[in-house]
């Protein structure tokens, strides 16, 4: 079945348990029920709390409801009528206020027998035609989305064409349940969030934080071989720089409020408001590193690194272990080149982008093309050059691509890279963004005043329309950066943004999943846990961990007062790769006895034997 018609026998689904509910609870009080990614969700207000435990019953009313085989009905209605009809749904209420705003006088419904819901469709024929399906799950979820909103009780769901693939998506998500990040976490003591420190912020503990600082080194060495520069900038910036790169408008939702210097220490600016801000990106400060000084065409391409730390305010409801967050470290990168550079450096971009997936055992990742959106900056000239270097370097990198229509981001068309795990889910990591916009200088237009003037903090800050509009046509749009070309003239360079592996916390949330916490050798905060058998052997066992200690290899003695085998199972839930058995047969001829992880028994082997198989796997990374 193709995605369009999945997502419409999806969303015939919801309603079919909105029915169900009604029928069950019949003062309930419904929201909306869209068809998502792998499923759909319905969201109510309920009487009486409710909790998986009814999950039977409800299904048990929607497989009645489903047998009858009644048909969907689309009807056209006009706004007082759907006022009429749902008078009784204050959130039906609130959708029909909203609709009529935004498409007129006409609205749809769809009835399912004695069924009604607000719904522009489409849907399946008869209910017949919904395949086998399946309550998964319960959560609160604000209305609209916000914390000012009631709570909702949503209902998480999925339906398939046969029972195969459902059996095939319920045994999926019962492999990621034991994979959940946030599960394993806690288990192997990776990682934490707590209250006091801030919702969404990570706590690293130091096993992970010691994994976190193996990859960004081998993120910066690797770096440093293709040519970046590495660069540290402040976690903050002056708020001047996003209302000149435009960011205010399109992540005033998501910027943390701006700290007013003028009412601290009596600071003050005659150029600039003074206002700072905590950056929600990196391009703005790594702009001021490249205009620091004037730049030649001999230079280009300048290549900037840094793994930069940005905060953005994600809502409380959508905040989910380490894969989203309000705080996290970036891989960012920004190279700054001539336009005949632009093809090369992309095509490296995606050679080095290739070579990261496979180091942490991503082979499988689909690259996808997003264009221009319907609202963007700039002209369509500099659309079409940037979008026409984007599918030349992946034709001659020979990487397969799909066309992600109408989703480029405002300033450029960008190459998407999404990796699939070790349970076949999709994850997007890295992306490839060309820029002609913020490294170009425009004067404010009447429409951004209007914008700006419509954000709360700017009315506060200026009080008046007009001193809003001295301001931002003062400060003008983008940072004007230039090289100076083979004539000794000025030209504006071309911005490229990359990130490869996204961010540090989501990337290492996926990684756990991945690997469910057994991470490869060289990346493991344990490579080896020495078990000697009994008290006998611990002398010699100490000699091995200092050996190995020397040897630069991470090592743990386990000399608890436990038995081998009890201590055996500890290290496979520890997810420690070599587990190194040492009796008295050992000690005596200065062997040891590997076992690796998954309880695979690797014989007896002299200690050097041993350290040249683990530091080729290190080497190797492997």
């Known amino acids: 079945m193709d995605k369009k018609k999945l997502e419409t026998m999806r969303h015939s689904c919801s309603h079919l348990l909105a029915a169900a509910v009604l029928e069950l609870w019949p003062k309930t009080k419904l929201a909306i029920g869209p068809a998502i990614e792998n499923g759909f969700y319905y969201d109510f207000e309920f009487p009486t709390a409710i909790s998986d435990m009814d999950f039977p019953k409800i299904e048990a009313k929607m497989m009645e409801i489903k047998t009858k085989n009644l048909p969907f009905v689309k009807k056209e209605i006009s706004p007082k009528q759907a006022k009429e009809l749902f008078a009784n749904q204050q959130y039906k209420l609130e ?71 459902l059996d095939e998506y319920q045994q999926q998500l019962e492999e990621a349940e034991k994979r959940d990040h946030r599960k394993l976490g806690k288990e192997l003591d990776f990682f934490s969030v707590n209250p006091l420190t801030g919702a969404g912020l990570i706590l690293w503990h130091p096993k992970l934080a010691l994994c976190r600082h193996l990859t960004e080194q081998f993120w910066k060495e690797e770096h440093l071989k293709n040519g970046y520069q590495l660069v540290y900038t402040p976690h ?23 700290m007013l210097h003028q009412y601290i220490e009596g600071e003050s600016s005659s150029d600039y408001t003074s206002d700072e801000q905590l950056k929600p990106m990196n391009c703005p400060n790594h702009i001021q590193i490249y205009k620091s000084r004037p730049r030649s065409y001999r230079e280009l391409p300048i290549r900037m690194a840094e793994l930069g730390t940005v905060y953005r305010y994600e809502r409380a409801g959508t905040l989910h272990g380490m894969t989203r967050v309000r705080g996290f470290t970036q891989d960012d990168s920004h190279i700054f080149c001539r336009p005949d550079q632009v093809i090369e450096e992309v095509k490296q971009i995606l050679r080095l982008t290739k070579y990261f997936y496979e180091i942490f055992g991503f082979k499988d990742y689909q690259a996808y093309l997003a264009t221009r959106p319907e609202k963007y900056l700039g002209t369509e000239e500099m659309w079409n050059f940037a979008q026409d270097s984007l599918i030349k370097a992946l034709e001659e990198e020979k990487i397969n691509y799909k066309i992600d229509e109408g989703q480029g981001v405002f300033y450029g068309p960008k190459i998407d890279s999404k990796i699939k795990d070790s349970l076949g889910r999709e994850w997007q990591l890295g992306t490839i963004q060309i820029d002609f916009n913020l490294p170009s200088k425009a004067e404010t237009t009447a429409k951004e005043i209007d914008d700006f003037w419509a954000l709360k903090t700017f009315k506060n800050k200026f009080k008046t329309k007009e001193k809003l509009a001295s301001y931002l046509k003062k400060l003008g749009r983008g940072f004007d950066v230039k090289f100076i070309n083979t004539e000794g003239k000025e030209e504006p360079v071309v911005m490229i943004h990359r990130t490869i592996l996204g961010s540090m916390e989501r990337f290492f949330g996926i990684l756990i999943e991945h690997f469910a916490g057994a991470f490869p050798v060289w990346l493991s905060p344990v490579q080896v846990k020495i078990i000697p058998v009994s008290e006998k052997n611990l002398d010699y066992s100490q ?62 082997t002299s200690l050097t034997e041993f350290l040249k198989l683990i530091k080729e796997d290190i080497a190797k990374k492997r």
Not at 111 to 137: E, M, W, Y
Not at 236 to 258: C, E, G, Q, T
Not at 562 to 571: H, L, P, S, V, Y
Not at 582 to 595: H, N, T, W
């Open 95 to 165: 959708l029909i206020k909203d609709l009529v705003k935004e498409e007129g006088s006409k609205l749809s419904i769809y009835q399912t027998g004695n069924f009604v819901d607000l719904c522009r469709g489409p849907h399946v024929a008869q209910t017949a035609d919904i395949g086998p399906f399946k309550l998964l799950s319960v959560a609160g979820a604000y209305w609209k989305g916000s914390e000012k909103n009631k709570m909702l009780t949503r209902i998480y769901g999925t339906c398939f064409p046969t029972q195969k693939e």
């Open 236 to 258: 903050i910036a002056n708020m001047d720089m996003f209302v000149l790169s435009r960011h205010y408008i399109k992540y005033i939702d998501y910027m943390f409020p701006v």
């Open 543 to 604: 000699k091995v961990k200092e050996k190995l200690f020397k040897e630069e290899i991470r090592v743990e003695l386990d000399d608890r007062n436990e038995t081998m085998q009890a201590k055996i199972r500890d290290a496979e839930k520890e997810k420690v790769p070599y587990m190194l058995i040492i009796g008295s047969k050992e000690a005596q001829d200065e062997s040891v006895s590997v076992r690796g992880r998954g309880e695979r028994d690797l014989g007896k």
